[in-house]
């Protein structure tokens, strides 16, 4: 349907919005015209037939000729890189290759044209202390600790580590394979799908199109036309994980956490784009793109991260039986890719190409799934730890009206005892969608708004999309125009689209100087009516374009450096919210002198995103496949190192039925990011409108958030130290179980809580596995289950089946509160879950600091506290627990309760030690408060420490 003025509805609509804000842009339009927007239209997003790059690389057949051969004399070495030429036999065309061991577990290869015509680009600001950084003061590192060519074979360069690692470079035909342990684990251009498009003429390039192809020099997508001034310039490869059946991660997509075959489907798809109401299992492009794929199996983990941000394809083909022969060529007498048995191992061939850029790949070789993450996150970078108020529950809707609406909000969740650290506000508190701004006549106060709910540490959100609205007197566009500040169109004019203001332009956040005068405009001085209560949401970032290609930015428009918007797609939408954190960070110093941590959520993302806040799912649907969904998207998100991931709960479109979501604030109470949101359209669903009994299972599913914020915290430290994700898939912790390697449904919090969400309508009972070698315990009743069976349990709409792990402590506070910070100084009660194996102990740990400011980096200022329970001797327990960290900080914080389950028999007495005299415990004789339920085996001890939980306690509890 086309409007008078040449613009679809579809795309003026998007429908992340309502029907009714439509018909308020098409008045603006001066256009006529209707529509109903019931679901994703396919029509309006290429498939891999209508991309002419998908069709030229997946016709590439694989072959053990590649044309690729390495040039012999030019070959140079450092400590930790070689260098040489590589011909393209068939083209004519040498490029420049390095590969690089970042270190003994971690590899490089770089392949670019050696003279190109024009500069291909290659992603910057995102690998931490980039080797090829011109900034970067390159330390000298002997990572290969040999270089020679292999006695067997003069064509096979062999670069060794100390690690076990070696990088087996195949000269003629061009091959690289990554061998741990004698084992082939990874080869690059094993099945000869090595492509590399080099920049050259459009008269050059007809000897090498096909007859009749189309697409090279100029593409069309429905009414829009891609003029690919550089022709075509597509790059590609093969990549074999050996041993492995399982592949995951290149989120983002509506699918199988465990990644299917694409044999007979389009490949997987990343292309940041604006997909309301997106399908499900589906290989379609969404909001965020990360490059980068793990395989893992019963012996190793590794990974691949494509860093390039133009759009790309990656094919899947699994093979569980095919003959080592088939990768392996000249190494098969040197390295083995088979069995103890001999039988072939199985593999994964996965095919990756890009429209634009240059081959930048790095690979991690594990072998454990932390180690992993670890490697990943030094090239990456881990998140930041967020304040504690983030990790909290949300409340948001697009839209809050007015102030009067925002203090209703605000007091009926008090008055229904339902605690809320943020409420937020969509674009209709703007004025006019001038983003920066507030509608005066609903917000005239808005300082005062902000002040009455951060008396009690509630915070605000504030909506602050990159599309600039093209207005007079707006004091950012006018800024912006004068400074030259807004991406171009091919013909070097500001660009100009449409979205939620009408005629808008896009702030070119791939210029560091436009991203630091982006941070400026979030000064109190600048942002009139914001309070250091109010923190940000960068929305339509990938970036939403209403009357765009594929509702997007053309290609063939200019961003800095006189760099195509078809090479920064794909890391377009990263550099708003760092941007916009690093706003935050400069308005607390000015204000206070010193920075607090910042809270952006966003919707698009990359590699590297995890560095600047937290993501969601997007517009998703009031279906039950969706709340399921939510799981497998986290976990594909988590693993590929962005961890704060959470879904809108019950779904942006539609309405959901009571049933759905209560069950849906039960899974997200144990997700990252735990935010409700709702269309415009939809019915008004805060949790205290709810009936009974559903609104006392929601109050009780929000108080469960509250409950574990210690422990989800410390997790978050992990995540923030490790790289390793805060929601996890079963094989992270049991990474030789194989009967988990698909699961999808049940994940773990952290290490040691294992969450089996009710995901069916109806449903009052679920299957749950328990892994390992150690007893689960519901976090409810205690009741004990063992290890490494299957059990129905019963899960009744008012209870999600939730289990500590076996071995475990947990750090909770069981005192819910308005907000958080209102528990900054609330005690703490360890849960302990012991084992029944080993030392049939439990051990866990506990991370505080102030929660907000970054004196936990700048001045050591936080603790981590240990808590160890061990078995002295058959009849005595022993308690202790102590900081182990190079931090320091004290807290009026303190334990107040101690639970232990697991154990078989009543104590007969806990005391605590009141000193050690000559290296001797010295026990209280003042006997410790005690209670033991024997249905569970659970012992409970109060006030074991009246003193701050930074200070060191032992108990001793007494056996018969």
């Known amino acids: 349907n086309w409007c008078c003025c040449g613009l679809t509805m579809a795309s003026l609509t998007r429908v992340r919005r309502s029907a009714f804000l439509a018909l308020q842009v098409i008045v603006v339009l001066a256009c006529v015209c209707s529509v109903v927007i019931l679901a994703v239209d396919r029509n309006n997003f290429k498939t891999c037939e209508q991309s002419s790059f998908c069709q030229r690389n997946r016709k590439i057949k694989a072959t053990t000729s590649s044309p690729f051969s390495v040039v012999r004399d030019t070959i140079e070495y450092d400590n930790d890189c070689v260098r040489f030429d590589l011909d393209n036999v068939q083209t004519h065309t040498t490029f420049k290759v390095e590969i690089t061991g970042v270190s003994g577990d971690t590899m490089r290869i770089y392949m670019d044209e050696k003279e190109p015509l024009h500069p291909r680009y290659r992603v910057e600001g995102v690998v931490i202390d ?16 040999k270089k020679h060519f292999s006695e067997d074979d003069t064509n096979v360069l062999l670069l060794e580590t100390d690690t076990d690692t070696t990088v087996a470079i195949t000269l003629t035909p061009f091959q690289v394979d990554f061998i741990r342990d004698n084992s ?65 991660g290149i989120p983002e997509h509506a699918s199988s956490f465990s990644l299917k075959s694409t044999q007979s489907t389009d490949p997987y798809r990343l292309y940041n784009l604006d997909v309301f109401e997106y399908e499900l299992d589906e290989t379609m492009a969404l909001y ?21 941000s133009a759009e790309m394809f990656v094919d899947i083909e699994k093979d569980e039986s095919s003959s080592a022969a088939k990768i392996v060529n000249a190494l098969k007498s040197l390295f083995t890719n088979s069995n103890k048995d001999g039988r072939p191992r199985p593999h994964v061939d996965t095919h990756w190409f890009a429209e634009s850029g240059v081959i930048d790949v790095f690979v991690f070789l594990g072998p454990s799934p932390q180690d992993v993450f670890k490697q990943y996150s030094a090239v990456t970078g881990t998140m930041e730890l967020p304040p504690l108020f983030s990790t909290a529950y949300h409340q948001c809707r697009w839209n809050y009206n007015d102030e009067e609406d925002v203090a209703f909000v605000d007091s009926e969740l008090d008055a229904h005892d339902i ?134 930015m053309h290609k063939d428009a200019k961003h800095f450096g006189d760099v195509e918007h078809r090479d920064v797609h794909n890391v377009y939408g990263m550099w708003q919210p760092a941007s916009t954190a690093e706003g935050i960070r400069r308005r607390s110093i000015e204000e206070t002198g010193k920075p607090t941590r910042p809270f952006v959520l966003s919707r698009a993302f990359f590699a590297g995103s995890q560095r600047y806040g937290a993501i969601w799912t997007g517009d998703n649907t009031a279906e039950w496949g969706h709340m399921s969904a939510s799981i497998s998207m986290c976990l594909s998100v988590g693993i590929a190192g962005v961890p704060f991931c959470g879904a809108d709960i019950g779904g942006f479109f539609g309405n959901p039925d009571t049933e759905l979501l209560t069950r849906w604030y039960q899974v997200a109470a144990f997700q990252p990011f735990m935010r409700a949101h709702a269309h415009l359209d939809t019915k008004r669903r805060e949790p205290y409108l709810l009936d009974e009994p559903n609104r006392s299972i929601v109050r009780n599913a929000v108080h469960s958030r509250y409950r574990i914020l210690p422990y989800l915290y410390t997790t978050f430290h992990t995540a923030a130290t490790t790289g390793q994700p805060v929601m996890r898939p079963l094989w992270v912790e049991f990474p030789q179980d194989e009967s988990v390697f698909a699961e999808e449904e049940l994940f773990m919090l952290g290490p040691s809580i294992l969450v089996a969400p009710v995901l069916s309508q109806g449903q009052t009972s679920r299957s749950v596995y328990f892994p390992g070698d150690e007893p689960w315990f519901d976090i409810e009743t205690h009741r004990a289950y063992a290890a490494g069976s299957r059990q129905t349990v019963s899960a009744p709409l008012r209870k999600i089946p939730v289990y500590q792990r076996g071995g475990s402590v947990v750090a909770l506070k069981t005192r819910v509160r308005r ?83 697991g154990v078989s ?26 209670t033991y339920t024997a249905d569970t085996g659970t012992v409970t001890i109060k006030k074991p420490s009246t003193n701050s939980v930074t200070e060191a306690f032992t108990l001793f509890v007494t056996f018969n």
């Open 288 to 308: 965020g793109s990360v490059p980068y794929m793990l395989g893992h199996s019963q012996t190793h983990t590794c990974g691949v991260l494509f860093l390039n």
């Open 130 to 145: 980039d080797h090829n950084d011109s900034n970067n003061n390159k330390k000298d590192v002997n990572v290969f600790s």
């Open 419 to 552: 605690p809320a650290d943020v409420i937020w506000l969509d674009i209709e508190h703007t004025d006019g969608k001038r983003y920066m701004t507030w509608d005066t006549n609903k917000f005239p106060t808005p300082i005062d708004m902000q002040n009455k709910l951060n008396v009690k540490g509630r915070k605000m959100v504030n909506i602050v999309d990159p599309h600039i609205k093209r207005a007079s007197g707006y004091h950012v566009h006018e800024e912006a125009s004068k400074l030259n500040y807004y991406i171009k169109n091919k013909d070097g004019n500001d660009y100009d689209g449409w979205c939620w203001p009408g005629s808008s332009s896009w702030m070119d956040f791939t210029d560091p100087k436009i991203r630091s005068w982006w941070a400026d405009q979030f000064a109190l001085d600048k942002y009139g009516g914001t309070t250091l209560s109010l923190y940000f949401w960068n929305d339509m970032n990938e970036p939403s374009v209403f009357n765009g290609p594929e509702i997007t």
């Open 819 to 901: 907000t958080s910070s209102l528990a900054h100084n609330d005690p703490f009660t360890f849960v302990a879950a012991l084992a029944l194996t080993g030392s049939k102990g439990a051990r866990g740990s506990l991370y505080v600091d102030d929660y907000s400011s970054y004196d936990y980096e700048e001045a050591k200022a936080f603790a981590v506290v240990d808590v160890d329970i061990t078995w002295a001797n058959d009849n005595v327990l022993k308690l202790t627990a102590s900081t182990s960290s190079d931090g320091e900080y004290t807290t009026k914080e303190w334990v107040e309760k101690i639970v232990i389950n």
């Open 905 to 930: 028999r009543p104590p007969t007495s806990v005391r605590r030690v009141d000193g050690v005299v000559d290296g001797v415990e010295m026990v209280g004789t003042t006997p410790l408060t005690h």
């Open 184 to 248: 082939v684990v990874l080869s690059f251009n094993g099945r000869g799908k090595l492509n590399f498009e080099h920049y050259r003429t459009k008269s050059q390039d007809e000897s090498l199109a096909d007859e009749g192809e189309e697409g090279r020099w100029e593409e069309v997508f429905k009414s829009h036309h891609d003029s690919k001034p550089r022709g075509p310039a597509s790059v590609g490869f093969d990549m074999t994980f050996h041993g492995v059946k399982h592949v995951y």
